[in-house]
């Protein structure tokens, strides 16, 4: 089965000897982008604490949220992290003068995350009672996305898979875009019309197959996970058509193992 897309990062390693790095990663650099895409692991085990981080093609977007921007030493995502962990996350509320430097990325404080996953957590894998009813569901995410990692999203793919067979395909799909950051905007074509689809869908019947992502110059059709597109050889690059379902899937592989994979099961 296809495993998760290596990262680039060896390619833009520094070679030996240089010593002009401003068009390359030095060693500590590579080291440092290795872990973002990896994510979080507990110091002692190595469990890994999420089910992974932003992956290759986001990086573009990663300025101003995991490293400042010049001349603003502000990091968005400290921002985000400390409003729900002052606030939301913990049963136990921590001190007004709580900060990053306080928060320990071990087992011991993802258990304490743990108590509130019921009430914070749409992953139940079991959508039979939906499904029953007549409803379709169109989940997407950016594969660009610098903020939430697609491998969440696939995780609940896979759970929905093993949960519930074949049953899936019938009520729902999975779009991953690739170069669309968070929501929307990115290096790739990232407008998508997934309402009408899915009024097609609820209205008439008509089960969604590829939908296509288009900026003010370039369309791609993107097929439902784990399907990609791939060009025709010989087409105009820019346009949809000149695109076809590729034989081997992005991502068929089991996510990677980690502290939460369980809440991914039916409750």
């Known amino acids: 089965m296809p495993t998760r897309p290596t990262a680039p990062v060896g390619l833009l390693a520094a070679a030996a000897g240089v010593t002009d790095t401003s068009a390359c990663l030095t060693a500590a650099e590579v080291a440092t ?3 973002l895409y990896e994510g979080p692991r507990d110091p002692d085990t190595g469990a890994r604490l999420t089910v992974g981080g932003p992956q290759p093609g986001s990086e573009l977007g990663w300025a101003g949220v995991f490293v400042p921007k010049a ?9 985000i992290a400390m409003g729900a962990l002052k606030n939301l996350v913990f049963e136990e509320t921590p001190p007004a003068s709580f900060t990053l430097a306080d928060l320990r990325f071990d087992t011991a404080t993802f258990e304490r995350l743990r108590v509130r996953h019921p009430l914070f957590d749409a992953t139940n ?12 569901l169109l989940l997407w995410h950016g594969w660009a996305d610098e903020h939430i990692t697609p491998l969440g999203t696939i995780a609940y793919q896979q759970a929905l898979e093993r949960t519930m067979g074949e049953a899936v395909g019938g009520f729902k799909r999975l779009y ?4 669309m950051a968070h929501c929307h905007g990115g290096e790739g074509p990232n407008r998508i019309d997934l309402l009408t689809r899915v009024m097609a869908w609820v209205e008439r019947g008509e ?5 296509i992502a288009a900026d003010p110059t370039r369309a791609r059709p993107v097929f439902p996970y784990p399907a990609i597109a791939r060009h025709d050889g010989t087409g105009d690059p820019d346009l949809a058509a000149s695109y076809v379902r590729g034989e081997d899937p ?5 996510v990677p193992d980690w502290l939460g994979a369980n809440f991914f099961e039916p409750s």
């Open 33 to 35: 982008v290795r872990k």
């Open 71 to 79: 001349g603003d030493p502000g990091i968005f995502s400290e921002v």
């Open 125 to 136: 894998p079991d959508l039979s009672a939906f499904a029953g009813r007549g409803g379709k």
């Open 176 to 179: 991953l875009v690739p170069g």
């Open 207 to 211: 089960a969604p197959d590829a939908v």
């Open 250 to 254: 992005l991502l068929s592989a089991p």
